[in-house]
């Protein structure tokens, strides 16, 4: 089966667990607003019940999931152009969910290596939500809803659409139908790893120990620019091509993140700065992120002093939401056998 017969549409989401950092921004917001457009209807939604899979104190999670909507819309997600909501405010999410978390296997769960790493081993694994364990069928749940046929995510959510596809196949194969797509992950360009600016072995992460390691998109301009300068890097200056950056992650994180920023690739980058030292470089960053940067962490701010406009913007986007969701939902029951008298 292809994705042919489904209309082109768009779905992706961020949780409201802690702020959004520049790995957040590059490795889906930005793209997601460049997705807008003739070629795509585009879903866009901040996915507070994924965010309680872990606890959240109340009053920070409803703060945090203004914040998440204001930093979609200060990037540039257009309420007009896209549906933009949270997940929450449209029950049939979590009611889809319900019926995945009947069609995935056990097996299958076993093998999402972030719940393996969220949720440690042995004692500590036990400890973890049964919520964080199913987590993967509700974002099969989030995509499926709207039949959504491209997923723009970064790299370290693969898996988890790879996880969506073979839970819409199951589904379309036990019950006999051709009715959820088979949705692509669009995971391309240098942004969709961006690592920790202290360890570059590690993701950039909302909830690493200090805050050096990440740029937060509500970080002012000398905020940016002094955590880029203090940027853990090697001794070596920049190579003469993308080759050299092998084996260099902290190197090459910088490269990625001023081509991903730019438009451009790694290689022109390089091409650029050859043999650049780290005193010329690391400024060149710092700049061009606050330049990218901080327009948008303006406009966060302002948004946010305006609680009541982000609240009447995601009820709105919730009820288009449902235009979609709530006759797929009722199909897919139909499909079950699930009696609706
Ligand atoms: P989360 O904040 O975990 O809900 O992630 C929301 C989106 O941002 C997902 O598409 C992630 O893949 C993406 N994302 C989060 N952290 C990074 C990172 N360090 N590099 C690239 N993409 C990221
Ligand atoms: N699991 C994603 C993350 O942690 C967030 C998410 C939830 C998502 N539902 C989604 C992303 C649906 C894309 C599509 O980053």
Known sequence: MTATKFTPRVFSGIKPSGGLTLGNYLGAIKRWVDMQGP???TVYCVVDL????VWQDPKDLRDGTREVAAGMLASGIDPEKSILFNQSQVPEHAELAWIFNCVARVGWMNRMTQFKDKAGSGKDAEKASLGLYAYPSLMAADILLY?????PVGEDQKQHVELTRDIAAKFNHDFGVDFFPLATPVIEGPGMRVMNLRDGSKKMSKSGESDMERINMTDDADTISKKFKKAKTDPEPLPETVEGLSSRPEAKNLVDIYAALSNMTAEQVIAQYPG?????FKPALADLAVDKLAPIS?????????KAEIDRLLARGAERAREIATPILRQTYDIVGLLRS
């Open 147 to 151: 039949h959504a046929t491209h997923v």
């Open 276 to 280: 650049a030292g780290w005193g010329t």
């Open 298 to 306: 303006t406009e966060m701010k302002r948004l946010m002093a305006d």
């Open 39 to 41: 070629s795509f209807e």
């Open 50 to 53: 994924h965010a309680i899979t």
